[in-house]
T-cell receptor
Framework: SAVISQKPSRDICQRGTSLTIQCQVD?????MFWYRQQPGQSLTLIAT?????????ESGFVIDKFPISRPNLTFSTLTVSNMSPEDSSIYLC??????????????FGPGTRLTVT | GENVGLHLPTLSVQEGDNSIINCAYS??????FIWYKQESGKGPQFIID?????DKRQGQRVTVLLNKTVKHLSLQIAATQPGDSAVYFC?????????FGKGTMLLVSP
């Protein structure tokens, strides 16, 4: 299993500013991911955070808007840049880690609730 | 906590009833599916999974059914309890990339 923490848990930010969200996992993992969950909606994958190389972004997400760092196997950051109210969402970190009886499983952090005013 | 289910379809049941939550998926090539439960203020949590070589899998109080012909999954919860109240998502797992379905909010009244 894996235990994931995120900082901050929530924030209210002004438009035009940037926020960096931290994700810490209690064990070394190869795969780390960042998701966005807009109000009342499902989760959408933003990118896969690769250790030692640039993140792999999904269609509709770009590095300039969502720069990601992955300095080691237990930590990653996601920055939401030049924020607008449309960026108000919950941002979730997840990792793929061994799960008893079923190989690997994705574990999710508690999320960071971002409100942009 | 955050209400992630504000605009989602809602299923309301009485405690003790059986619940059935449905999900349609999009990729006919997907071969691994997972149901997640998301409580208010928390990230999704694994409930049960199924691979495409099966059409039914049972866990503790939960059963997942897979119909590949119509690309449909269902989650059955037996003897639903107030603690089961949450938003439920199905997801397709393709090479560790998860594609989530729309989600259903389950409300259980005592």
């Amino acid at each position: 299993s894996a235990v994931i923490s995120q900082k901050p848990s929530r924030d209210i930010c002004q438009r035009g500013t940037s926020l960096t969200i931290q994700c810490q996992v209690d064990s070394q993992v190869t795969m780390m991911f960042w998701y966005r969950q807009q109000p009342g909606q499902s989760l959408t994958l933003i990118a896969t955070a690769n250790q030692g190389s640039e993140a792999t972004y999904e269609s509709g997400f770009v590095i300039d808007k969502f720069p990601i760092s992955r300095p080691n196997l237990t930590f990653s950051t996601l920055t939401v840049s030049n924020m607008s109210p449309e960026d108000s969402s919950i941002y979730l970190c997840s990792v793929e880690a061994p799960a008893r009886d079923r190989g690997y499983e994705q574990y999710f952090g508690p999320g960071t609730r971002l409100t942009v005013t | 906590g955050e209400n992630v289910g504000l605009h989602l379809p809602t299923l309301s049941v009485q405690e003790g009833d059986n619940s059935i939550i449905n999900c349609a998926y999009s990729n006919s090539a997907s071969d691994y599916f997972i149901w997640y439960k998301q409580e208010s203020g928390k990230g999704p949590q694994f409930i049960i999974d199924i691979r495409s070589n099966m059409d039914k899998r049972q866990g503790q109080r939960v059963t997942v059914l897979l119909n590949k012909t119509v690309k449909h999954l269902s989650l059955q919860i037996a003897a639903t309890q107030p603690g089961d109240s949450a938003v439920y998502f199905c997801a397709e797992n393709n090479n560790s990339t998860l594609t989530f379905g729309k989600g259903t909010m389950l409300l259980v009244s005592p």
